[in-house]
């Protein structure tokens, strides 16, 4: 039988935690003084072992929240399966440690998903830490999976993403062979083949600082973004894997040696530029493909075992253009670290 509190709970709030301590308070306070009735949400902090203290500030400071401790690091993908797993609520807000809200953000954000059974996936407005800077509200791809500001929404950030844990529970949650990065357009991409929308509320705030964990991000005061190797090899890696996964077999024909091209010419610059660091990074990214081409293949036929839209609808919510080349044309060689 189910007690009063899980009957009205609405929304689980779910934080991965690794060494965000200097965070945790900001952004669990701001969570406190939300507009929602605390009867309607829960908050849950999932730690992938950390060494800063994080797991003593929550136990002495918030008892109230459900503390998950993991034996390992299981990274982002992972952590947040694992801690969906324990929500009760009917819709799952997955939350970086690295951000804070408006009072009235989750409240806005749940008034939309609700307002319409074909939104699946509901995301906010993203600024810097400071609230100087906007990011977005939402973001675009183009046709080869790479990220697009100022384009048609495709997906939203997984650093403040709320999805009905129904179809989230339906797609198997995140993709654990992405440790981190890109997790959100793959799951943004599977919930829209099964004819679900992803939408983003203008007025509904989340500040983020942008990086903490992983490195890259928002490096300094003056709002600087740079990379890491880490972050390429991750990102080139989980790319490949969610366009393999997602697309129609004759769209990949189509799109692949494309893909491969814009690719293997990045690797081409870097080379040359000296920045073999880089360049490793980029082949460590096709190594774990080929090899894990197998498990891919099988997460791929269940995808397309269910989908309900062609591509043809998928591409139309696509940038026609190659977004890397926008992304030089507009900021230049990106600056690499590690």
């Known amino acids: 039988m189910c007690t009063k509190t899980e009957q009205v709970l609405k929304v689980s709030i779910i934080i991965i935690n690794w060494n965000g301590k200097r965070f945790l308070e900001n952004c669990i306070d701001s969570i406190k003084a939300s507009d929602l009735d605390r009867s309607h949400y829960e908050i849950i902090v999932a730690d992938n072992l950390s060494s800063d203290n994080s797991v003593i500030l929550i136990k002495e400071r918030y008892p109230w929240v459900r503390l998950i401790e993991f034996k390992d690091n299981y990274g982002f993908c992972k952590g947040n399966n694992q801690a969906a797993l324990l929500a009760r609520g009917e819709y799952l807000f997955f939350l970086n440690n690295d951000t804070r809200i408006e009072p009235y953000t989750i409240r806005k954000m749940l008034e939309r998903i609700e307002g319409d059974e074909k939104i699946a996936i509901c995301g906010c407005k993203i600024l810097n830490y ?136 990045e690797c081409a610059i870097f080379f040359f530029l000296g920045k073999f660091n880089v360049v490793k990074a980029y082949l460590n990214a096709y190594k774990w493909n080929i090899e894990n081409m197998g498990r891919t293949f099988s997460k791929r036929m269940e995808v397309q075992k269910n989908r309900k839209v062609s591509d043809i609808e998928i591409l139309s919510h696509m940038y026609k253009s190659f977004g890397k080349l926008l992304t030089l044309k507009e900021f230049g060689l990106p600056k690499v670290k590690g």
């Not at 709002?223 to 366009?243: A, M, Q």
């Not at 990949?252 to 491969?260: A, G, T, W």
Request: hydrophobic content about 40%; overall charge neutral; charged content about 25%.
């Open 130 to 265: 400071n609230g100087t800077k906007t990011f977005h509200t939402g973001i675009g791809i183009d046709f080869l999976g790479w990220p697009v500001l100022n384009k048609r929404l495709f997906y939203v950030e997984g650093s403040a993403l709320m999805i009905r844990k129904s179809v989230f529970d339906l797609l198997g949650g995140f993709d654990e062979d992405y440790f981190m990065f890109h997790e959100d357009v793959d799951l943004c991409w599977r919930t829209r083949l099964l004819g679900y929308r992803t939408e983003a509320v203008d007025d509904a705030i989340v500040y983020h600082f942008m990086g903490a964990s992983a490195g890259g991000g928002e490096a300094d005061k003056k709002g600087d973004f740079r990379t890491t190797t880490f972050r390429r090899y991750h990102s080139e890696k989980n790319t490949i894997n969610t366009l393999i996964k997602n697309y129609s077999f004759v769209s990949l024909i189509l799109i692949m040696p494309l893909y491969f091209f814009v690719s293997l010419s």
